[in-house]
Each structure stands twice: as C-alpha cells, then as structure tokens.
C-alpha cells in the first residue's frame, strides 16, 4: 500500500516517518521548499525527541518528500495534515490550507483510494469535503473520505504516532465500508501489537472527539489555575490542593498543574473553533464555559507580569531572565507560548529581557525579533532582578540556586510552573514565589 501525507509540519511529518516505520511506501508532500529540503535531507524542520533516527532509517528508503503533489497520484491513502490555524479577525478556524490541500489533490484521484483528514477542523468539514470528493473527483472515480484525528502530544510525537491510546476512524455512512476497511489496514501493527481500542464512528463525531477532547484538557489546566487564583486570594496551596483532589480517582491527578497555563498550535485555537462553530450551529451555550476557560488561562499571563510589577515596582530599565520560550518542554514550538507572551509584554513594559531556551531559540527569534536573547542560562540571568521560569524543561529544574544567586542582580524566581525546589531556592537566599502558592 502506498500512503501520501499531505502536509509535513510537526503532524505530517511525523505521521510520514511514522507510516514508513510500518511499513508503507510514503512520499510527504508540502508548499514549503525549505521544510522539503531539510525532511529530503533526513532533517528535522523542527525539533522532537526520536524524529530524526526515524528520518535517517527511511528517508531514501521508503519515505521521500517533495513539494510536487503529482506524486501523491499513485497513493491507495492520503492523509491531509495541512494547518488549521484561528482566522484573523475572528475565533473561527482557517480552512483556506485544507481547501488548497483537497484542491490540489482532487484531480490526482485514483478510483479505490481514501481521503483521510487528520487536521482538526470544525464539526461538518469533513461531510462538506465528502461530498466534493464524490462529485468532482475525474472520471468519476469512485474515492472514498474519512476523518482520523490526531491526539498526538508534541515531544512525544513519535510514541503518539507509533503507539496512540486510541484510534479514531470517522467514516461516511453512505460509503461502504471501503475506508474503515483501508485504515484498519493501516493501523493493522498498532492495532494488534498495542491493542489500541479503535472507536469507528460517523464523520461528525470523529471531528467532534478531537476538540471534545482538546477542551476537556484545557479545562481541566484553567479549572486548577481558576483554583490557584482562589489560593492566592486565601492564602492556600494549589500543588497540595491538586494533590489531594488528584488522589480522587474520578478526577485524577494528571493536568492539575497550576501556573502560567497552556499555549501551543492546538489547544488555545481548538476552543476558540469550537466556540465559533457551536454558535454557527446555534449552540454557543453548550460552550460558553470554553470562553472563560481562554480568559482564565490568558490572566495567569498578566498575573506573572503583574508580579513582577509587584516585586520590582517600576518596570521601566529592569533586567528580567526568562527560562524558556517554547510552550511546553521537548519542543521548539513557539505558537501562541506562554513564556513568550510574558516576555513580550514585559518588553512592552520596558524591561529588558534576556530569554533562553534550549531549542526554541530561532523560532522565538523570528517572530519575536525584538526581544533580547540569550546564549545560555548563565547569559541570561547575569545581573538579573528577578529569574521568570515559564517552560518546564528538565535542565530548568537541575539548575543550581545557589551558583545562580551569585550570578543574579537580586535573588527572585517566579516559578510560573511550580517545579522547582522552592526550599532549595529559600535556602539560598531566593525570594521563591510560586503560583497560587503562599
Ligand atoms: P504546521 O503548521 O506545523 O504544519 C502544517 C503544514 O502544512 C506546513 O508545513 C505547511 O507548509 C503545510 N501546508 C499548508 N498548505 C499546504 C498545501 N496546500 N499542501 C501541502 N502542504 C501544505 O501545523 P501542525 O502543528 O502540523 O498541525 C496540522 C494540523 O494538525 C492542525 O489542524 C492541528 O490542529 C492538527 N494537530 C496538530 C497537533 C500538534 O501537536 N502539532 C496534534 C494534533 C492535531
């Protein structure tokens, strides 16, 4: 079986390495030559643990990429993973990338071959696509179109990818099972060597389950930061509060970690979608709450500007060290990232910045060309007045307070995600002030 990706950013690419690992002939199509070249290259356009390896064991072999998507002509499936990202100017999802992706494509159709969406979109793109596929495809070739969102968590894109938790195959009810036939060919190793569950379902409750899913974590971080809130207010703890709800097995501790909120491609535009496309479908109040899940993360933003307003007083003229820019560790992706966000509106407010990440570097460079940079840890909080930790990489968490404090202006960390050592700070003579904590 041949399989065509279309789309090669941090899903695609990924998803190609990962559909050669399993055997299939995959040729990854995309519109950015320079992203072509380097995947060509065996090279990551983007960093994520174990990538490359599977880059260099494939590429040449039964993987290639290339930016023409005539050679998509020959595939049995094409997996669409172009972006989706928030129009400007409204909440709503971008679908031009789709659009242009399926456009493409259409006239490369064979007869037998499956479309299958992997982008998240809003509920009902999916028929919409179905529906042009059947009427426009040539020589009426008969070509069926299914829905398999994605779940994948950056940093852990190759495991996700090789071993998901579970399979989602949306397929359209008046086709004939040929697709569900085809992805359950697909997915045959992970599915027998994993017992992945796989839930078959119609096209609008697979696109469903993916910003179902996407809100239910989002809720659940801005739910324990709403909670932080309150503990910064009563003078609590929200790590022990989240211990001992967590300890709740129908609440469970995982995603109860309170400070500076999530960020990333996915999660901040996915809710924003959804809340859009519930109120084309007139159902905005079956949302609303997405609304106040945004607010309440993008407050924990303001909250650490806020402190260090607080700790520092006037901001203009300050030196603030800011520990990471990517929006999560194991990633070099910037979009929508909380450090970056605070770091920005610090720069607003006058203060110079000096942030460092271990990867995300030249991507925080390039959309934020105006911040200040820093080569290395050390760089960074030289002659600091306050210490930011915003991305929770493992080397953040290993770094020495008391070598720091001899580098630092002031000894002050706002740890905006709640991992360090706050006694090992104390004892070194660090202001340790954590979030939603006394
Ligand atoms: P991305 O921006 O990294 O990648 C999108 C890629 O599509 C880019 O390389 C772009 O050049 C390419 N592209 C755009 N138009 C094209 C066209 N007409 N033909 C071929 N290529 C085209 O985005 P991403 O993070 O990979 O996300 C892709 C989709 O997957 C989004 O809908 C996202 O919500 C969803 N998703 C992403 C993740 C994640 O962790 N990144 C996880 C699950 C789902």
């Known amino acids: 079986m041949r399989v065509s990706v279309i789309g090669t950013g941090y899903l695609g690419a990924v998803h190609a390495a990962g559909m050669a690992e399993l055997g299939f002939d995959v040729v990854g199509v995309d519109v950015d030559p320079a992203k072509v070249e380097m995947l060509s290259n065996a090279?990551?356009?983007?960093?994520?643990?174990?990538?490359?390896?599977?880059l260099e064991t494939h590429v040449g072999g039964r993987l290639h990429f290339t930016?023409?998507?005539?050679?998509?002509?020959?595939?049995?499936?094409?997996?669409?993973?172009?972006?989706?990202?928030?129009?400007?100017?409204?909440?709503?999802?971008?679908?031009?990338?789709?659009?242009?992706?399926?456009?493409?494509?259409?006239?490369?159709?064979?007869?037998?071959?499956?479309?299958?969406?992997?982008?998240?979109?809003?509920?009902?793109?999916?028929?919409?696509?179905?529906?042009?596929?059947?009427?426009?495809?040539?020589?009426?070739?008969?070509?069926?179109?299914?829905?398999?969102?994605?779940?994948?968590?950056?940093?852990?894109?190759?495991?996700?990818?090789?071993?998901?938790?579970?399979?989602?195959?949306?397929?359209?009810?008046?086709?004939?099972?040929?697709?569900?036939?085809?992805?359950?060919?697909?997915?045959?190793?992970?599915?027998?060597?994993?017992?992945?569950?796989?839930?078959?379902?119609?096209?609008?409750?697979?696109?469903?389950?993916?910003?179902?899913?996407?809100?239910?974590?989002?809720?659940?971080?801005?739910?324990?930061?709403?909670?932080?809130?309150?503990?910064?207010?009563?003078?609590?703890?929200?790590?022990?509060?989240?211990?001992?709800?967590?300890?709740?097995?129908r609440i469970g501790r995982k995603f109860l970690n309170a400070g500076v909120g999530f960020g990333g491609g996915c999660l901040p535009k996915d809710i924003r979608a959804f809340s859009a496309r519930a109120a084309e479908l007139g159902a905005s109040q079956s949302v609303a709450f997405l609304i106040e899940m945004d607010a309440i993360n993008l407050r924990r933003r303001e909250h650490v500007v806020n402190l260090v307003r607080t700790h520092l007083g006037h901001l203009p003229g300050r030196k603030v060290a800011v520990l990471g820019a990517a929006f999560k560790p194991d990633s070099d992706d910037v979009r929508d990232s909380p450090a970056l966000s605070i770091a920005g509106a610090l720069h607003l407010a006058g203060v110079q910045v000096a942030i460092y990440d271990p990867q995300a570097m030249p991507n925080a460079a390039k959309i934020f060309p105006t911040l200040g940079y820093a080569d290395s840890v050390d760089e960074a909080v030289a002659g600091a007045e306050a210490v930011l930790h915003l991305t929770e990489w493992p080397e953040f968490r290993e770094l020495d307070p008391a070598v720091m404090a001899t580098q630092v202006a002031r000894p002050l960390v706002i740890d905006g995600r709640n991992c360090l050592d706050a006694q090992a700070y104390r004892a070194a003579g660090w202001t340790y002030v954590g979030l939603g904590r006394p």
Request: with cysteine; charged share 20%.
């Open 43 to 54: 090279r990551m356009p983007f960093y994520e643990p174990d990538f490359e390896p599977l």
């Open 67 to 249: 930016t023409d998507i005539t050679q998509a002509a020959s595939a049995d499936v094409h997996f669409v993973c172009v972006g989706t990202p928030q129009q400007h100017g409204s909440l709503a999802a971008d679908l031009t990338y789709v659009d242009a992706a399926v456009d493409a494509l259409m006239p490369h159709l064979a007869d037998g071959s499956v479309v299958v969406g992997k982008s998240t979109v809003p509920v009902g793109t999916a028929q919409v696509l179905a529906d042009r596929i059947r009427a426009e495809a040539p020589r009426g070739a008969n070509v069926a179109l299914a829905w398999n969102p994605e779940f994948l968590r950056e940093g852990l894109a190759v495991k996700d990818t090789l071993h998901p938790d579970r399979l989602v195959f949306g397929v359209d009810a008046g086709e004939g099972g040929h697709a569900e036939e085809v992805l359950r060919r697909v997915y045959a190793r992970t599915i027998a060597e994993d017992q992945t569950p796989v839930v078959v379902t119609d096209l609008p409750t697979a696109e469903l389950v993916k910003v179902a899913a996407n809100s239910f974590l989002a809720t659940k971080i801005s739910f324990i930061n709403a909670m932080a809130e309150i503990c910064e207010a009563a003078g609590a703890d929200v790590t022990k509060l989240a211990d001992a709800i967590g300890h709740d097995e």
